[in-house]
């Protein structure tokens, strides 16, 4: 029990602000205290470095880079890097924070952490972008590591400047460590999942809720809206599965056909033409209407703040599988809430890709490879277990599945602050 009983006003500062709404109740109803709510407030380390480097046409600019450990109670910190031109620290800070409640959220013995280069990588060249990675990890080096903190993909970087980031960081450190960072090349102690492991995890709680709200799978309607990485993957899944995915969109439009669609072929068409507009056994639909199609589950796969007060009342899914960050405004969960439908936090739906990262890194630490059938089986069962845990107390509390995830992750972390003496 922790000695210090004072509470103490919550104001925004205390609160990261990409959730401020949902924090302040629950910080209210875990009725934390002055020490615990300042622990949750701030990054265990902020570093920002500024580093020169020569560009292909002679001169030399110097760059931003920064990384944030937010909280490392529950084991090394753990996060993307991405290189965004308008990169602000505050921003990282609130994602590293995020990062923390996801690896608590799904039960890995990770923290939370973010980072990135200030740069606008569309307008450098592949060499000018690997001379900035490499300048970026021998500025932050010495708080990496696969006991410290370990970087993944994220906006704009990927297995190529994973790769840059590694073979950096060993010629500092003269060693082999393939466990500094995930998101490798199979070659260099990847997994073959990586690529697909956000969208599966999902679709593994997925199941699991549908379970809990007797739905079959047969004749279940699926709308995906996003066509990158993670919508694509959940599209082509999904329909391997025996879904019928009635529609999909992309950033110029989607597609809807209510007697399914043919994702294998929807993934030709957009790959040959680069757009899903124009696939000839479909109509179009906007973006807009397809977050209102008449479907039974929802993945919104795309970009924050998609399902908010203005639409969440027409939403006819029974399920919201987020698999992108932030897709439902706080105002929009709780209309979603008092309707009855089931909205899978982006919190717990997409860690199915840090769960893969760990088990990356659990591989590469043990140097013993498995087969890709024991790295899926992990995987469900994790995604499985945190989904558990997480309905439980929702159906305790009577509450949204977001809230009861947040209040698992943060009572979490502050029992591991209190095991450490810290609380
Ligand atoms: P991506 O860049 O590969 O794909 C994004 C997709 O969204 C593209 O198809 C794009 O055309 C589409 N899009 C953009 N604007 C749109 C709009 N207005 N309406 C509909 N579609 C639009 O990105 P991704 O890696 O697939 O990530 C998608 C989301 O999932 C993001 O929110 C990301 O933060 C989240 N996420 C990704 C991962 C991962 O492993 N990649 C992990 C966790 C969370």
């Avoid at 302040?24 to 920002?48: H, N």
């Avoid at 509390?397 to 209040?407: D, H, Q, T």
Wanted: net charge negative; glycine share 8%; hydrophobic share 40%.
């Amino acid at each position: 029990m922790s000695k210090n009983h004072e509470r103490i006003h919550i104001d925004e500062k205390n609160l990261c602000h990409l959730c401020v709404s949902e924090l302040e109740s629950i910080y209210a109803e875990l009725k934390l205290t002055a020490s615990e709510l300042e622990i949750l407030s701030m990054p265990r380390r902020v570093v920002t470095v500024h580093f020169p480097v020569r560009l292909s046409n002679g001169a030399t600019k110097m760059f931003i880079g920064h990384r944030v450990q937010f909280n490392d109670a529950r084991g090394p910190s753990k996060g993307g890097i991405r290189f965004h031109p308008d990169l602000k620290v505050d921003h990282v800070s609130d994602l590293a924070f995020l990062m923390s409640l996801k690896c608590a959220v799904v039960d890995i013995p990770f923290g939370g952490a973010k980072g990135g280069v200030v740069v606008n990588p569309k307008e450098l060249s592949r060499s000018e972008l690997e001379l900035i990675t490499r300048a970026y990890i021998r500025e932050i080096a010495d708080y990496i590591g696969p006991f410290k903190d370990i970087p993944a993909p994220d906006v704009y970087t990927d297995e190529k400047v994973m790769v840059w980031i590694l073979d950096e960081y060993e010629h500092l450190t003269r060693e082999h460590a393939p466990a500094t960072v995930t998101g490798k090349p199979l070659e260099l102690g990847g997994i073959r999942a990586r690529t697909y492991s956000t969208s599966l995890g999902g679709i593994y709680v997925l199941e699991e809720a549908m379970k809990k709200e007797a739905m079959d799978k047969s004749g279940v309607r699926v709308a995906v809206q996003g066509f990158g990485n993670v919508g694509e993957n959940a599209a082509r899944i999904l329909h391997e599965m025996g879904y019928k995915i009635i529609a999909v969109s992309d950033s110029r439009g989607g597609l809807i056909n209510q007697t399914g669609l043919n994702i294998p072929d929807v993934i030709k068409h957009k790959n040959t033409e680069g757009r899903l507009e124009g696939f000839d056994t479909a109509e179009s639909i906007s973006n807009e209407d397809l977050l209102v199609s008449d479907c039974d589950v929802l993945v919104p796969a795309a970009l924050s703040d998609q399902i908010d007060d203005r639409n969440a009342d027409n939403i006819k899914a029974k399920i919201v599988l987020e698999l992108a960050n932030a897709p439902t405004t706080t105002e929009a969960d709780i209309l979603l809430f008092d309707r009855s439908v089931t909205v899978i936090p982006d919190v717990l739906a997409n860690a199915g890709g840090v769960a893969g990262s760990y088990l990356e890194w659990i591989q590469n630490l043990n140097n013993d490879y498995w087969e890709h059938g024991r790295v899926l089986e992990k995987l469900k069962s994790i995604m499985i277990s945190a989904y558990n845990a997480v309905y439980a107390l929702c159906q305790e509390e009577n509450s949204p599945m977001r809230k009861a995830a947040y209040k698992i992750a943060i009572r979490r972390i502050l029992t591991a602050e209190r095991l450490r003496g810290n609380l």
